[in-house]
């Protein structure tokens, strides 16, 4: 299964192929020199799995987690690349997840103005977002995605093999951006993730690739956020002021972005959010006060003086985008928070 996204940038495939980590060559060639990125939580095996398949490749591990994706990191990365003489006719490939793929993409995009750039997403977070629509970012003093560019891969590759190896908990992370796609874009989608086994991997597949595909047409229509893409902030607000108050551990991007998208919907939205939240696995109740939470997003990109807008969702399959004040902002959360 192949899904094409054009983009003003470029032109680039999504290719679904259970197995594909070993046939790297057949779609994307051996290359010349390949700079690898992944993290230590990644199974080794599918980085090295990749390299064997290139014909140049150095493998550079990043440590595992949210904190790896800071200027640190990404100085660290280019000093690396440099080292392994990097030109301009060369690749990165960034194996792993969402964090991976930020920082090696933000790098790539940096490195000599910008070399070419791979995604193969291993978790169902990756796979169903980050890897597709070329959102490059670093964290910058706490707060997430502050700096970094809109830099389109040359293609991603999704091998469903790697979720075998996945616990549940980084499965249901991943769905829950999935669910957000289903809510804001497509009533039919939502109703297959209620009746479908989500402890089933094929099922689960089959899932991903409708709401990678609701990604791909958004993209390709608003490809750098000023319209209809903002949508898929869908429950990001909220998801980010945990995440600034939260350690990695204690709560996914997934887990927060689940909760952070009750209180921006109608009760008939809610009701139905949650029950499926829940048979995902994923929790419904906040773990810090509204009043905790109205502050942490004073901080969000999204906020312009004393407005901020919200993506809301006032039926299944549809979004509206409201630039509301704080107050009303404030109604929103402590109206719904559980």
């Known amino acids: 299964m192949i899904l094409t996204v054009k983009t003003s940038q470029s032109t680039y495939d999504i290719i679904f192929e259970k197995g594909g980590l070993s046939r790297i060559d057949k779609y994307w060639g051996k290359g010349d020199k390949t700079f690898i990125v992944t993290d230590s939580g990644v199974p080794e095996i599918y980085a090295q799995t990749v390299a064997s398949h290139c014909k140049d490749p150095f493998i550079y591990t990043i440590p595992q987690g949210e904190a790896s994706k800071q200027v640190g990191y990404l100085i660290k990365l280019w000093e690396a690349m440099t080292e392994f003489s990097l030109t301009r006719t060369d690749r990165v490939i960034a194996v792993g997840g969402g964090v991976v793929?930020?920082?090696?993409?933000?790098?790539?995009?940096?490195?000599?103005?910008?070399?070419?750039?791979?995604?193969?997403?291993?978790?169902?977070?990756?796979?169903?977002?980050?890897?597709?629509?070329?959102?490059?970012?670093?964290?910058?003093?706490?707060?997430?995605?502050?700096?970094?560019?809109?830099?389109q891969p040359k293609g991603v590759l999704i091998d469903a093999n790697t979720l075998t190896t996945l616990p549940k908990r980084q499965i249901a992370n991943?769905?829950?951006?999935?669910?957000?796609?289903?809510?804001?874009?497509?009533?039919?989608?939502?109703?297959?993730?209620?009746?479908?086994?989500?402890?089933?991997?094929?099922?689960?597949?089959?899932?991903?690739?409708?709401?990678?595909?609701?990604?791909?047409?958004?993209?390709?229509?608003?490809?750098?956020?000023?319209?209809?893409?903002?949508?898929?902030?869908?429950?990001?607000?909220?998801?980010?002021?945990?995440?600034?108050?939260?350690?990695?551990?204690?709560?996914?991007?997934?887990?927060?972005?689940?909760?952070?998208?009750?209180?921006?919907?109608?009760?008939?939205?809610?009701?139905?959010?949650?029950a499926l939240l829940k048979r995902a696995g994923l929790k419904t109740q906040f773990p810090v006060s509204p009043t905790e939470l109205i502050e942490l997003c004073r901080h969000d990109k999204k906020c312009s003086g004393e407005y901020i807008t919200i993506v809301y969702v006032p039926q299944i399959g549809s979004f509206e985008l409201r630039k509301i004040t704080f107050d009303e902002f404030a109604d929103y959360i402590t109206k719904a928070v559980i």
Do not use: W
Not at 189 to 195: G, I, N, S, Y
Not at 217 to 228: A, F, L, P, Y
């Open 101 to 151: 793929g930020d920082i090696a993409g933000f790098a790539a995009a940096t490195y000599m103005r910008g070399i070419d750039f791979y995604v193969v997403p291993t978790t169902v977070l990756s796979q169903v977002d980050s890897s597709v629509g070329g959102k490059t970012a670093i964290d910058l003093k706490g707060y997430k995605n502050t700096v970094g560019a809109f830099y």
């Open 174 to 274: 991943g769905l829950a951006e999935a669910i957000k796609m289903a809510a804001t874009h497509d009533s039919e989608l939502f109703e297959m993730f209620e009746k479908a086994d989500l402890d089933d991997i094929c099922a689960v597949e089959e899932l991903l690739i409708r709401s990678v595909d609701i990604k791909r047409g958004v993209v390709e229509r608003d490809e750098k956020e000023t319209g209809e893409r903002k949508a898929l902030n869908f429950g990001h607000t909220l998801a980010h002021a945990l995440e600034s108050k939260l350690s990695f551990d204690e709560m996914y991007h997934g887990e927060c972005v689940a909760l952070g998208m009750l209180p921006m919907c109608s009760d008939e939205v809610r009701e139905r959010l949650i």
